[in-house]
């Protein structure tokens, strides 16, 4: 017996099956810990609040069970999916981290300016808070699929009774007030060019559209407004602020990037 316990394959082969148990140890309290999910109650209180936000009220406790419920079955695919290496190269799922990584750069409120520094900031963009003259218009519709001029159709065209005249249009015969940008945004810059030089009350000649062609007269003239700094404050306030924390989160992205030696490979 003393002669076998000084034999080094006597040692060798005990201490594999150490190693051995060691490892089936060590293996089935990691898996039994990797296999646990514990529903936080900060969690559950998470996932309520959310439910609350978005319905305008607490969730009954059946509601509760399948929010919990649901969070489980989340979770297990999530881990599932990850122990399948499903996270990898998915570049939905790196997008998302991303987005997650740029908003914790947000490090906390920007703070505000001072009314000096907010008023020679609106005055360098001082045109951001005009408001545009609008108008009020009404249209009469000629279709080129309806017609074979319509152009002279409209030319010709009675507008005595103007309501019963055309062609029917799949928007209202009367719109506005509109800006002239958005005027031009949706009928085009001959249509925009027309409606903001006419004068009120006067049928115009025909003018073409995207849609076809149009008799046009301005019922109403709303004026421009000029920027007023006391009057846009608070929306200058924001505008700022966004803009502000906007840099700041670039900044630290710059910063970020910065600790990377970045090389593309042509």
Excluded: C
Aim: aromatic share 8%; charged share 30%.
């Amino acid at each position: 017996m003393s002669k076998l316990s000084r034999d080094p394959l006597i040692h060798f082969l005990a201490l594999g099956a150490l190693l051995f148990v060691g490892h089936a140890l060590w293996s089935t309290l990691v898996t039994r810990a990797d296999r646990q999910l514990i529903v936080e109650t900060r969690e559950i209180a998470r996932q309520s609040d959310l439910f609350t936000i978005e319905n305008g009220r607490a969730p009954t406790e059946a509601e509760l069970q399948g929010i919990i419920v649901a969070f489980v079955e989340e979770e297990v695919l999530a881990r599932e999916g990850e122990r399948l290496g499903l996270d990898q190269d998915d570049t939905v799922i790196r997008r998302r981290i991303a987005q997650k990584m740029r908003l914790l750069t947000d490090t906390g409120p920007v703070t505000e300016p001072s009314e000096a520094e907010l008023k020679t900031w609106f005055n360098t963009r001082r045109e951001d808070y005009a408001v545009a003259e609008r108008r009020s218009l009404q249209h009469v519709f000629f279709s080129d699929d309806r017609r074979a001029d319509a152009k002279a159709d409209a030319g010709v065209a009675d507008l005595t009774d103007w309501t019963q005249v055309g062609d029917p249009f799949i928007i209202a015969r009367e719109l506005g007030p509109l800006s002239r940008n958005k005027v031009q945004q949706d009928y085009g810059g001959p249509f925009a060019s027309t409606v903001f030089d006419a004068e009120v009350g006067v049928w115009s000649d025909p003018v073409r559209s995207p849609f076809g062609i149009h008799r046009i007269r301005v019922t109403e003239v709303t004026p421009r407004i000029e920027p007023d700094f006391t009057r846009a404050r608070a929306e200058v306030l924001a505008d700022w602020m966004d803009e502000a924390n906007t840099a700041r989160v670039d900044q630290a992205m710059r910063d970020l990037v910065a600790k990377y030696d970045v090389i593309v490979e042509e």
